[in-house]
């Protein structure tokens, strides 16, 4: 557990290291700043604090690779990266048919620098999926351009691949590493709004019309504050995820995280208006990485029907969070 | 005491005394039988201890942390018991007297609030100043026996019921806004106070005009320092921001709960279903943590504006889907049940309106927490 001034002390070197790098660099700065011992210590307290960062500054990593191994790793040794699953799905990326692998899934930008990759796949028991390991030169790779090339998303897919199988897990087991994955995209999808909204108000105050800073409009003034309590929202539930590691919780806080940077985006684009619409300006990167990381391991729309359709069939709101 | 102790005994205590605890009235109820049902309950639970807990020794409580006043708010909501409108004024104006009443005032008083003996209520808006509070006109003079006060409050909630009454008057000259506002303590049947119950739209007399024709209040009844009664107003909003919210947040997950069994299948859709389910947990994390700041004993400030946005926009989506999910009970249903969901649906209207309005706390929001600076 880190706490106090080493909690401080570890902030402030992350911030440093995702505001100056990103992509292999940064990957590298984690290493070295023990970011990886922390994740495996004290999963939530590693994730809280780094990913409103990397969100923060439009950077990439293996983090989130990382943070799959973590859910899953039995103690294999390996340092591969991890395939995810397809743009707004949070099913296991691939599936065994007899020895061979069907795979459909996305890899992080951390792909193109591994030389194998962890893939958890369906099999023909639903309560348990298998955990494989394939060299990523047998894989078929697109590089995602898309709306936001600078995430380095990579499109992976394979037919009958080769795979070495390395174990069975629950799939419950899986169920808890999309846990950990969607709180940590949550908390980047937070930081990545947290800097939209600075963005917002710096222009806020410093834009003259009407001989006075846009600041003192209240719809202007309106929208900001709609969109820190959006923020506020996500954070809140994605910090209690610490405390409850319940799937639906999760689930819950990603997608308020989804829907909240999007209404950021909404609000701080209008906020910014001209300038902000514009590939000068900084923001657009945000709006981008935003939709990116909303599709990933389930879209707040899907996760919110989720939701809903569970609490319809049981005909109750299971209460979460005891004080 | 600490927070676990506390909610296995007094959960074990309310099953024990379900019966005695239960209203004696079926369906929705009136405001009195409400009322009756809050005195009863909250006399029980003093009496065994529980709403003693969480309060002061000094005003007749057994001390411990705020915490414990926040679970047994939960559980008597979670439970049907008390209604979150009348149970809030305790944690509203409790800490009120305990922070700015003289000790031997707080120290008779305050106990009577706690046991039920007494309703008591809150006299800050008047018909011209709403949510512009410092602009507040009902006058208190000084004279030789106490302060002689004429004016006119509004949306007094429960005033016909209240012994006593937590006044803001005003006692600088007229321009001297928020720096010339005395708090007093009232008795509500002081001669000269004359009370009109305005009916809501959910047809209750739920707030009252209330008007104070030369009413004398002796000096010993100053809550505060004179022209401060700012500080008192101040002091008093953080409050009503938290731990009475965690009530209401609490009140809103059993209604949840009591609409998902009642919906016909097929009436809602899961989405709209997910995303108020999400809103009620972003609130109940937020609130949460509010509550745990201030059972650390940190200063609530402008940060509870934002649980309240929450809070209000939560009991919102609630009551919408009861309107679409329960449409035949809201609209055409006459029955008991009926007309609950009818009432809660109704008042959920104000719920962006009454404690701070909504476009109020987006004020707060932006001037306090994003610091943008005066809008003028």
Redesign the interface.
Known sequence: MIQGSDLEMFERSLRQATSRHTGVALDAALVDLGWLDALESDAHTAIALLFPLQGGANATSFALDRVLMTGLNRGWALEPAVVMPPLGSWRAPAQLMGAGLNIHGLGSSALGSHSTALVVARSSDPTVDTVVEVATATLTLRCVEGIDPDFGLVEVSGESVDCAHLGDIASTEWDASVGLAQVALGYELVGAARTMLELARDHALNRVQFGQPISRFQAVRHRLAETLVAIEAADAVLAATGEDPSPQLAAAAKALSGRGARTAGRHCQQVLAGIGFTAEHPFHRYLKRVLVLDQLFGTSRALTEGLGNELLAGRRMPTHLPL | MD?GAF?KGLDDWLDQHEAELAPDHSGSGTLVQHLEQLAKVKRAGFEAGWMRWGWPERVGGLGGSA?LR??LG?ALMARDLVSAGGYSMTEVLAPTMIDFAPPELAATMVPRLLRGDEMWCQGFSEPSTGSNLAALNCRATPTDTGWRVSGQKVWTSYAQFAARCVLLTRTGPAESAHRGITAMFVDMDSPGITIRPLTTMHGVEEFCEVFYDDVLVPFDRTLGQIDRGWAVAMDLLPYERSTSL?HRGAFL?RR??EM??A?P?GA????????V??????????S??T?RRMAAGDRLGPETS?DK??VASAEQSVFDLVAAGLAAEVIGGDDGASERWRSEFLYSRAATIYGGSA?I???I???R??E?????
């Open positions: 927070l909610r915490i926040a679970y939960e965690w997950q949840m709960n998902l069994a919906v299948t809602l859709s899961a989405a709209e279903v997910g995303e389910a999400q809103n009620l947990y972003a609130f109940r994390a937020r949460r943590a509550q934002v946005v929450l476009e706390q987006r004020n929001i932006a001037r927490l994003l943008l600076g005066d809008d003028r």
